[in-house]
Nanobody, 123 residues
Framework: QPQLAESGGGLVQPGGSLRLSCVGS????????VGWFRQAPGKERERVSC????????????HYADSVKGRFTMSRDNAKNTVYLQMTNLKPEDTALYYC????????????WGQGTQVTVSS
């Protein structure tokens, strides 16, 4: 069955950088949109960014939340069936559990989600 696995999180100081990875298993990520979401304790899940599928209109296009625009960048490595989220100039408010999914809306109940990877930005 389709599964996703996130990795690359960690503890960084403000202004630092991390690269998160989302690896697909049983699903070819290049065929799908892929979204990154995050959730902090006591807060609702927030859409961070999305990348278009590898086919059709809008192929390769990306979208970023205003809060991360200019700091985060999504990319694909189709040979590794992996989607990345490069995060730079991290801020304390970026602290959250980060998830990836084959959905940019966040409401597709059938889209797989990974376990998540924790990002902590501490002063």
């Amino acid at each position: 069955q389709p599964q996703l696995a996130e990795s690359g999180g960690g503890l960084v100081q403000p202004g630092g950088s991390l690269r998160l990875s989302c690896v697909g298993s049983g699903v070819t990520l290049s065929y799908h949109v892929v979204g990154w979401f995050r959730q902090a304790p006591g807060k609702e899940r927030e859409r961070v960014s999305c990348i278009a599928s590898g086919a059709g209109s809008g192929v390769g296009s990306t979208h970023y939340a205003d809060s991360v625009k200019g700091r985060f960048t999504m990319s694909r490595d189709n040979a590794k069936n992996t989607v990345y989220l490069q995060m730079t100039n991290l801020k304390p408010e970026d602290t959250a559990l980060y998830y990836c999914t084959t959905d940019c809306s966040g409401v597709d109940t059938y889209a797989p989600w990974g376990q998540g990877t924790q990002v902590t930005v501490s002063s």
